[in-house]
């Protein structure tokens, strides 16, 4: 059974498997035709004219024939008719078509009684998922496309009807809110559902739905509710005036601004994407200026989403992200993608396909390599949609750094996609945000990034703009007062002219005016909703209040009305956040901690069920409501969240935040300290992840947790802890190159690890790989066996590869030291194969920087060269920092290239990662003059002797040799001989021994 899915998604699906037959825009392209005229014969003629009106009749009638082909192979012959003149759909069992089983279910129940509406119609609406065909703009779509929408419009009126007759408001509702997704911009649907709300006694969710309606005609329309929808507020007031909302003004004194920013907008509609920063201070009018645009890329057809950012915590990372992804143009598109990319957009954006619990997404350490197929997923979504798209981007200075680096990832994914990103910038609020300098510099550099700065407007704009809020241009000496009390900035003078300001009166001053002329519930409310510290609902501003709900309503319309408030979708924020700090002033500090204890109950309360997504919110209330406690848990709660979206950053900052909060807490005795203890352990143990991710093994961040995890796990008497903790810092020490430290822990964890541990394989490995380090080349060989037998083949929690792949990779240069090449080369090969049959990228990148040392040893510099570019592209796609700077060593090796090879050295060096520092400097030696050859090569043999790292210092010291006189050079190598022979480096011992004989004149 194949079903075809053209509404929302499109798709051929196998129902047996779930598979997907075919995503071909122009296959489903040409089924859609024909199911939209289905049981009428359409000409081939007519249908390659419409489907390739460029081409000749001859071509386009060829690829008519060249679809069908393919459309043929999807579906079978049994639902098409075809001649050699005409094509035709017809029904069959084989094949379910949604169109199809729309209208079947859509007349059945339009033409039907109540009943019949009750029993039909939801069948129809859960069919139509989406517009039809949402990612083609073809002339021929546009009708049928409109007609399905209006039937299903229809539909829901009927169906809504139906439902609030028969007495199930709540199931009424919910097809009203349908119906207002389908028509947002027609005022029946938010009537309709503001009065079945009334009737359920959801008054609060009744004014909230007038707010949103009124924001989206007066944002896309430029108008207010019509008398109709004005009147149905009035009467869920009880009678009270609605009383009028301030009228909107143009935009003034922006012209060049705006033409610049249009002009940007263009170019990326043409296919030049991008990012257009408009930088200013608070109140400027940034924000405005790029809705001004946003409203003429709508009017173009373009889609437009729209997200901010806020500067109080507790939101989750990406959240801006998420909110573009919400927009259900976008929603639509997301549909037709193919699930890989669906499950990580599902990530992000649960939609009910596969929403899986908190914590079960990837392991931050073990695949942190996961976080670019992640990221990819979501720019699949946003750029594929089949039309130019404007996102906007409010208040950039407090962007969290994973929507950074999202969107530098986003633009150089797709360079042609006609997508633009505006943001705002506030330039008075950059002093603790050095990484948005640093990252504006980047997208300078890469030709991405557009800048437009604002001024305050003059004096002239200041009055003009005072004379449109007012309905009055004001008098010359009141227009000079107005420019020097505001500054010309557009928020104070709105503010000051709303708010009555007295002359002389200062940005503060002006905004605390506006709060105070509201009534004393709203100013409660204010306070309360500034407490929220980002968007919020009325239903937490009811829950959380001391105020009667009705009352709370009341003084949220009344702060909507005035323009302190504005609707955000399902809530409400302040229209600036300017207004927010002030109201937030205004709350005295004890209430402000009555507040905060409220709002984190409230909180709980209301998403019982899932505190996930709120976690970081609840975790901020509660530790500015006095409760220590339920802080700490929702921190460690929002870090598992934000670790599963691969936000390592703001992973740490939440754990430490925690950490903060544990050790604040007065010192115990007895199971009071020990109940401390084993909190800060708990954190400690899920930080380690992320820290490792975000800045590698060589970190002193994650030194320092390993290292206080030890310390507690032994006090506690956690064995298992503990071991994996000192794989971890046995690891850290290892890559920092302090190799005799690293072999202590090594010897430690294998000491202390039983036979039954599963960290038995890493005690192993971890006891090779120094071994090799240390130059104990058959003890390594003999450890990396085990750690291959022992391995169970899921990557390793501390190391993040596969175990039998990375041992087998390292095990390939003990073996080559120890004159065994054939083996060398087997156990290179054999961690290859392992590594591209388990699909585990970064186990391959591992395998293939290993193989590349491999290959440098053997002179196979073929191989090398294969490798090393394989390692590149791996590298540059899931952004492996450590083994690229190993390729571009080995690379600049092969090819003589010495700047590359020590540009590899020297990022090493910068991310201090000293281990094989000698192996290193000898091939960047090879690339370098006479002289600066011997400098390298005598900091190589210092850096081995000073951290112990003497696996490759015979070798070292013979390429030196080769740079000395003979009086020098036969002294260094028999220096080499011996140091070689202790270790059983067959290879070098035979290398250094050719070289004395030559120079000792017996070959």
Request: include cysteine; hydrophobic fraction near 45%.
């Amino acid at each position: 059974m194949l079903r075809v899915r053209l509404l929302g998604e499109q798709a051929i699906l196998d129902e047996a498997t779930g598979s997907v037959v075919t995503r071909s825009p122009r296959t489903l392209a040409l089924v859609a035709f024909l199911v939209v005229h289905a049981g009428v014969p359409q000409p081939r003629q007519r249908i390659a004219e419409l489907f390739w009106p460029d081409s000749t009749e001859a071509q386009a009638l060829t690829n008519l024939r060249r679809e069908l082909h393919h459309l043929r192979h999807a579906v079978g012959d049994e639902c098409l008719v075809v001649t050699a003149k005409d094509l035709c759909w017809r029904d069959c069992a084989g094949v379910r078509v949604d169109v199809r089983e729309f209208d079947t279910a859509c007349r059945a129940a339009l033409d039907g009684d109540a009943a019949a509406v009750l029993a039909r119609a939801p069948v129809a609406v859960s069919a139509y998922r989406g517009e039809f065909l949402p990612a083609t703009n073809e002339e021929w779509v546009i009708q049928p496309r409109a007609e399905l929408e209006s039937r299903c419009v229809r539909l829901c009126d009927r169906l809504c009807q139906a439902r609030r007759a028969s007495g199930d408001l709540t199931g009424a509702a919910d097809v009203a809110r349908t119906r207002i997704r389908l028509r947002p911009l027609e005022e029946q649907g938010y009537r309709t559902l503001m009065e079945l709300q009334a009737a359920m006694g959801d008054r609060a969710g009744a004014v909230s739905t007038y707010h949103q309606c009124a924001s989206t005609v007066e944002r896309e329309l430029g108008v207010a509710p019509d008398e109709a929808t004005r009147r149905a507020l009035q009467r869920l007031l009880a009678g009270r005036p609605e009383g009028a909302r301030p009228a909107t003004t143009g935009l003034v004194g922006r012209t060049r601004e705006l033409a610049a920013l249009v002009r940007r907008w263009q170019a990326a509609a043409g296919g030049r994407p991008g990012l257009v920063l408009v930088r200013g201070g608070a109140g400027v009018g940034k924000s405005r200026l790029v809705a001004e645009v946003a409203d003429t890329a709508r009017t173009q057809g373009a889609i437009v989403a729209i997200a901010q950012c806020f500067g109080t915590p507790g939101r989750l990372p990406l959240a801006p992200v998420a909110e573009w992804l919400r927009t259900p143009v976008v929603q639509a598109a997301t549909a037709t993608l193919d699930p890989v990319w669906r499950t990580e957009v599902d990530r992000l954006v649960p939609s009910g396909r596969a929403r899986s619990e908190p914590g079960t997404g990837p392991r931050a350490m073990v695949d942190a390599w996961q976080r670019h197929r992640f990221f990819e997923g979501l720019a699949r979504a946003l750029t594929g949609t089949g039309r130019p798209m404007l996102l906007v981007l409010d208040n950039l200075q407090w962007c969290d750094q994973e929507t950074l680096a999202f969107l530098t990832f986003c633009l150089g994914l797709a360079p042609r996609a006609p997508v633009l990103i505006a943001a705002t910038l506030r330039t008075d609020d950059l002093g603790e945000r050095p990484d948005i300098g640093d990252w504006t510099t980047r997208m300078r550099a890469a030709g991405l990034l557009a800048e437009l700065t604002l001024s305050p407007l003059d004096e002239a704009d200041s009055a003009r703009l005072a004379g449109l809020i007012s309905g009055r241009p004001p008098a010359p000496a009141d227009r000079r007062l107005l420019h020097a009390t505001t500054g010309g900035f557009p928020l104070y003078v709105v503010e000051a002219v709303r708010g009555g300001a007295l002359p002389g009166s200062g940005l503060t001053d002006v905004l605390r005016n506006r709060l105070e002329q509201t009534s004393p519930a709203a100013r409660a409310v204010a306070g309360l909703a500034a407490a929220v510290g980002r968007d919020f609902t009325l239903a937490l501003l009811t829950e959380a209040s001391d105020l009667p709900p009705d009352t709370v309503v009341r003084a949220v319309d009344e702060l909507w009305r005035r323009r302190l408030v504005r609707a955000t979708g399902d809530g409400y924020d302040f229209s600036h956040d300017l207004l927010r700090d002030t109201a937030y002033a205004l709350v005295s500090p004890p209430h402000r901690w009555l507040l905060h204890s409220r709002i984190a109950q409230a909180l709980e309360l209301l998403h019982a069920g899932d505190t996930g997504p709120v976690s970081g919110l609840l975790a901020e209330q509660y530790a500015r409501g006095g409760r220590p406690d339920r802080a700490i848990a929702f921190y460690r709660r929002a870090a598992e969240f934000a670790s599963s979206t691969f936000a390592h950053a703001e992973a740490i900052r939440l754990h430490e935040e925690a950490l903060e909060l544990v050790r604040a807490q007065p010192d115990g005795a007895g199971e009071s300290s020990d109940s401390s203890a084993r909190q800060e352990l708990a954190i400690l143990e899920t930080m380690a992840a992320p820290l490792n991710a975000r800045h590698g093994y060589a970190s002193p961040q994650l030194q320092q947790a390993l290292e206080r995890t030890i310390e507690l796990a032994e006090r506690l008497r956690r064995h298992d802890t503990m071991l994996t903790a000192l794989v971890g810092l046995w690891g850290s020490r290892f890559v920092q190159g302090r190799t005799i430290d690293a072999g202590r822990v090594a010897a430690e964890v294998l000491d202390l690890a039983g036979e039954d541990s599963e960290l038995r394989c890493s005690a192993h490995f971890a006891f090779a790989g120094s071994a090799t380090s240390l130059g104990r080349h058959s003890e390594a060989v003999r450890h990396f066996d085990l750690a291959v037998r022992l391995s169970r083949g899921a990557p390793s929690l501390t190391v993040g590869t596969r175990p039998d792949v990375h041992a087998l990779a390292w095990a390939a240069h003990p073996h080559w030291l120890l004159g065994h090449t054939a083996e060398a080369v087997a156990s290179c090969r054999e961690a290859l194969v392992r590594a591209r049959a388990a699909g585990h990228p970064y186990s391959l990148a591992v395998a293939l920087a290993y193989a590349g040392i491999t290959h440098q040893m053997c002179g196979d510099t073929g191989r090398l060269g294969d490798t090393v570019r394989e390692l590149a592209e791996l590298c540059d796609r899931y952004g492996f920092a450590y083994y690229r700077e190993w390729g571009l060593v080995l690379g600049g090796w092969r090819t003589g290239d010495h700047a590359t090879a020590r540009q590899g050295v020297e990022n090493l060096r910068a991310a201090g990662s000293f281990a094989r520092m000698p192996y290193w400097l000898a091939l960047l030696a090879d690339t370098s003059a006479p002289e600066a050859a011997r400098a390298t090569l005598d900091a190589a043999i210092v850096a081995g002797q000073a951290r112990d790292d003497v696996w490759w210092l015979p070798e070292v010291m013979r390429k030196r040799a080769a740079l000395d006189d003979p009086g020098g050079a036969v002294p260094r190598l028999r220096s080499a001989i011996r140091l070689a022979r202790a270790q059983g480096s067959v290879a070098l011992l035979r290398r250094c021994a050719h070289d004395l004989g030559v120079r000792a004149g017996t070959p």
